[in-house]
Nanobody, 120 residues
């Protein structure tokens, strides 16, 4: 499946952004979806995951209570609603398709990434 992430940008600390990831193909609802992020000089890290039907979600401790992952299978799109943003949330955000999980290895297809920059 091909993935196209969008919605990144520059925002002040405390602000909000919504990332979107549009998937091609008719099998979107067959995949668990995830969001990961990578800051300069750091490894790519897990942010959030959602199951195929959207009934299960999981978050990294660093974003729990601030970020919400959701999906619309009719639109082949997964979202990441980011609230109360902090400078340490600055990173390139990637969406991924695969199976519900926290590991990079749970996913087999990746989007191109969208930059999120949070100013203090």
């Amino acid at each position: 499946v091909q993935l196209q992430a969008s919605g990144g940008g520059l925002v002040q600390a405390g602000g909000s952004l919504r990332l979107s990831c549009a998937a091609s193909g008719r099998t979107f609802s067959s995949y668990g979806m995830g969001w990961f992020r990578q800051a300069p000089g750091k490894e790519r890290e897990f942010v959030a995951t959602i199951s195929r039907g959207g009934g299960s979600t999981a978050y990294a401790d660093s974003v729990k209570g601030r970020f919400i992952i959701s999906r619309d299978n009719a639109k082949n799109t997964v979202y990441l609603h980011m609230n109360s943003l902090k400078p340490e949330d600055t990173a390139v955000y990637y969406c991924a398709a695969g199976q519900y999980g926290r590991s990079l290895y749970d996913y087999h297809d990746w989007g191109q990434g969208t930059q999120v920059t949070v100013s203090s």
